[in-house]
C-alpha cells in the first residue's frame, strides 16, 4: 500500500502542525488547499506547507464552483442549522472531500486526511463525502490520535520545528474562513458566558462603531440566482458576495453567537461571521413570498429549511435526499426573479422594500382605499365555510 497522503490544508495550527506529525510517522504528504475565499494569501501556502514537510503543495480557486454548486444551493433552500446558522464550514467540505478523491486517484495515494477533532462535525463531513465517492479510501485524522492535549501544546510543537502558524497562546482562536462566513472557536469563547472579544471577529465592525447613517442596498436575483446589487451586474457569483460582505460588514451585519448541537451529540458555543449570506437569505425568503403562491410557500417553509440545513450539517451533501431537495428548490428557483431593498444599521439587517414582475401581489384586492375590488360579501361566506368545524366543536363543548 502506498503510503502517499492528500491532507485538506488549511495553513493553520493543526494542519500545519499535521503535515510534520504524518510525515514523521513516515508518510508523503501532499497538501491540497482550496481557495474558497478565505481572503488569505494563499501564494505563501506552498512555501509553508513544504516548510512543514510536506513534498507537494496544490493550490486551487474554487471559488465560484463553490459560489455556485453549494452556496447557491443551499440559499435556495433557506437552510439555516437550528435556525441560526448558514453552514459556512459545513459548505466547504463536501467540495474539499470532492477534490481529495480526485487528487488521490490523480497522486496514487491510498490515504486522504483532514484535521478535524474527534468531537468535531467536519471529521463526519469529511469521511462520509470520502465514502461516499470513493469507498476504497482510508481516511486518516491525526487530530484523533495523536499526544498533543490543547493547542497550547501544539503552538509548542510548531515553535520547536519552526512550522509558521499565526495561533499563540495569547490569541488561541480556531477559525475557518470561506466566501460565506467565518466560523470562530476556542479560547474564551469556550465560556457560553462571556461576550465574544472584538478581536475575535474579523469581517464585521462593532455595532457600536457602525456608521450613524443607515445604508440602503437593493439586490437582484434571475431565477433564484442573486444577479446584481445596487443594479451593479456580477457575471460571477462569487465577486458579489464578497462585495456584500464588505457592505454588510461595515454595519455590523451578520454576527451569530449560538450554543449548538453537535453531531457526536455534545452542546457547542460558536461564533460566526457571515455577512452576505445574512443579507440573502433575507432578501431570498422575501422574494419568494411575494412570488410564490400560499401553498408551495407554506409547504416549502415548513419543510425544506430544516431538512436542507440537517443534512448539509451531518455530512450528508453526496446523498440521493440533497439531490431530490435540490431538483425541488431548482423549480421553485425559477419564480425568483425582482429586486428587494434592505436597510443596514447598527447590526441589524431588514427588507423595506421589494417589487417583480412574477409579483402576486394585487394592489387591487389589497387596499383598503376607493380602488377596493375585494368581494367583501363573498368574505362571509368563506368565514362560514371555513369555520364550520369550529363552530360544531363549540355546539359540543357548550352542552
Given at each position: 500500500m502506498s503510503k502517499k497522503v492528500i491532507l485538506a490544508y488549511s495553513g493553520g495550527l493543526d494542519?500545519?502542525?499535521?503535515?510534520?506529525?504524518?510525515?514523521?510517522?513516515?508518510?508523503?504528504?501532499?497538501?491540497?488547499?482550496?481557495?474558497?475565499?478565505?481572503?488569505?494569501?494563499?501564494?505563501?501556502?506552498?512555501?509553508?506547507?513544504?516548510?512543514?514537510g510536506a513534498v507537494e503543495a496544490i493550490v486551487e480557486d474554487l471559488r465560484e464552483e463553490f459560489a455556485r454548486e453549494y452556496c447557491l444551493p443551499t440559499l435556495r433552500a433557506l437552510a439555516l442549522y437550528e435556525g441560526k446558522y448558514p453552514l459556512t464550514a459545513s459548505l466547504s467540505r463536501p467540495l474539499i472531500a470532492k477534490k481529495l478523491v480526485e487528487y488521490a486517484q490523480k497522486f496514487g495515494a491510498d490515504f486522504v486526511a483532514h484535521g478535524s477533532t474527534g468531537k468535531g462535525n467536519?471529521?463526519?463531513?469529511?469521511?462520509?463525502?470520502?465514502?461516499?465517492?470513493?469507498?476504497?479510501?482510508e481516511v486518516l485524522a491525526p487530530v484523533r490520535e495523536w499526544e498533543f492535549r490543547s493547542r497550547e501544546e501544539e503552538v509548542e510543537y510548531a515553535l520547536r520545528f519552526n512550522i509558521p502558524v499565526k495561533a499563540t497562546k495569547e490569541k488561541p482562536y480556531s477559525i475557518d474562513k470561506n466566501l460565506w462566513g467565518i466560523s470562530i472557536e476556542c479560547g474564551p469563547l469556550e465560556?457560553?458566558?462571556?461576550?465574544?472579544?472584538?478581536?475575535?471577529?474579523?469581517?464585521?465592525?462593532?455595532?457600536?462603531?457602525?456608521?450613524e447613517e443607515a445604508e440602503y442596498v437593493e439586490i437582484s436575483f434571475k431565477e433564484g440566482t442573486p444577479v446584481a446589487i445596487?443594479?451593479?451586474e456580477y457575471p460571477k457569483l462569487y465577486e458579489l458576495i464578497l462585495d456584500l460582505n464588505k457592505i454588510a460588514g461595515r454595519h455590523g451585519v451578520g454576527r451569530i453567537d449560538m450554543v449548538e448541537n453537535r453531531l457526536v451529540g455534545i452542546k457547542s458555543r460558536e461564533v460566526y461571521e457571515a455577512p452576505a449570506a445574512?443579507?440573502?437569505?433575507?432578501?431570498?425568503?422575501?422574494?419568494?413570498?411575494?412570488?410564490?403562491?400560499?401553498?408551495?410557500?407554506?409547504?416549502?417553509?415548513?419543510h425544506i429549511p430544516y431538512e436542507y440545513a440537517k443534512l448539509v450539517y451531518e455530512g450528508l451533501w453526496f446523498s440521493p435526499l440533497r439531490e431530490a431537495l435540490d431538483g425541488f428548490t431548482e423549480r421553485i428557483a425559477r419564480f425568483v426573479d425582482g429586486t428587494v431593498r434592505l436597510k443596514l444599521y447598527k447590526g441589524r439587517a431588514w427588507v423595506v422594500g421589494r417589487k417583480s414582475e412574477r409579483s402576486l401581489y394585487v394592489e387591487d384586492?389589497?387596499?383598503y382605499s376607493e380602488k377596493d375590488a375585494f368581494d367583501h360579501k363573498a368574505g362571509a361566506q368563506f368565514t362560514k365555510v371555513f369555520g364550520l368545524p369550529l363552530k360544531i366543536l363549540g355546539r359540543i363543548r357548550r352542552r
Open positions: 494542519t500545519s502542525v499535521i503535515v510534520r506529525w504524518l510525515a514523521e510517522k513516515g508518510y508523503e504528504v501532499i497538501t491540497y488547499t482550496a481557495d474558497v475565499g478565505q481572503g488569505e494569501e494563499l501564494e505563501e501556502i506552498p512555501q509553508k506547507a513544504k516548510a512543514s467536519d471529521q463526519v463531513r469529511f469521511e462520509l463525502s470520502v465514502w461516499a465517492l470513493n469507498p476504497d479510501l465560556d457560553p458566558w462571556t461576550e465574544p472579544p472584538e478581536d475575535a471577529f474579523e469581517w464585521t465592525v462593532s455595532p457600536e462603531k457602525a456608521p445596487n443594479g451593479k445574512t443579507l440573502l437569505y433575507e432578501a431570498y425568503r422575501d422574494l419568494l413570498s411575494l412570488t410564490l403562491d400560499r401553498f408551495t410557500f407554506h409547504y416549502f417553509l415548513s384586492l389589497a387596499t
